[in-house]
């Protein structure tokens, strides 16, 4: 035991690093490695977003701190990104996870790939009253939860794609996962209950130690390196538990 908890910290804290300055990558770095150490499908989702309940804050926080978050740009997410994530986090929770584990891998080598497409495709600046903002953030909620991780991927890597400012996108989704999360974890005690997710712990002690680093690294790492990077992990490893 005392050896998995150190395992769920380190993990914790170098998803939470990575996804501080990316304002990706948390969820998706996190439930890729609970799944090789061969945590369910939806425990390893569960534990990650209850873990993402603590880390969000304290990254939004601080991302609020150093003023990084656009309010426009969370009034327009949160709404939809919460109600997507309990529709998910509620089809997870019903469906044998044996029978979801491969495609939960499959869809994180997507995932992979869209960072991967995103850190090197041309931006053009759109402004925070684009359509696409809702749909974004349902969708990005919804696959969130089912796949245990997503949001960041889905809603940061579209909108920075869309052309809306970098900076502002990062502290916004950022801000705004945790009203996501907090739903999706919510939905998931209900259905799972507390007991299945004790490791959680370990998760959130790495996590909030890390995350007042992000908003820092946000404006002193090379971001398109850093997203090769993490794509290629996410690949890497998802294609070894399909494979």
């Known amino acids: 035991m005392t ?6 910290i380190a993990v914790g804290f170098c998803a939470q690093i990575v996804d501080g300055a990316l304002g990706m990558a948390f969820g998706v770095l996190s439930t890729t490695s609970l799944l090789a150490f061969g945590v369910p499908a939806a425990n ?6 209850v873990t993402e309940m603590f880390t969000t804050a304290a990254s939004g926080l601080s991302h609020t701190y150093h003023r990084n978050v656009d309010w426009r740009l969370v009034a327009r997410l949160a709404p939809a990104g919460m109600i997507g994530g309990a529709i998910g986090a509620t089809l997870l929770a019903n469906i044998n996870g044996k029978v979801i584990e491969p495609f939960v891998s499959a869809y994180l080598i997507a995932i992979g790939l869209l960072i991967l497409y995103k850190a090197f495709r041309p931006q053009n600046r759109r402004e925070v009253r684009d359509w696409a903002v809702p749909p974004v953030g349902f969708c990005g ?18 909108l920075i794609g869309r052309g809306h400012d970098l900076k502002r996108v990062i502290g916004s989704t950022n801000f705004t996962e945790f009203a996501v999360t907090l ?13 299945e997710l004790n490791s959680a712990i370990g998760l959130i002690i790495g996590g909030v130690i890390a995350a007042p680093f992000g908003a820092i690294l946000v404006k002193r790492l090379p971001v398109r390196a850093l997203m090769v990077a993490v794509s290629m992990v996410i690949i890497t490893t998802s294609a070894l538990r399909i494979f």
């Open 3 to 8: 050896s998995d908890i150190f395992f769920f």
């Open 44 to 49: 390893a989702s569960a534990m990650t977003h």
């Open 141 to 158: 909620g919804l696959l969130d939860a089912i796949g245990g991780g997503g949001w960041g991927p889905v809603v940061t890597s579209t």
């Open 183 to 195: 739903t999706i974890s919510i939905t998931f005690v209900v259905t799972l209950g507390w007991s």
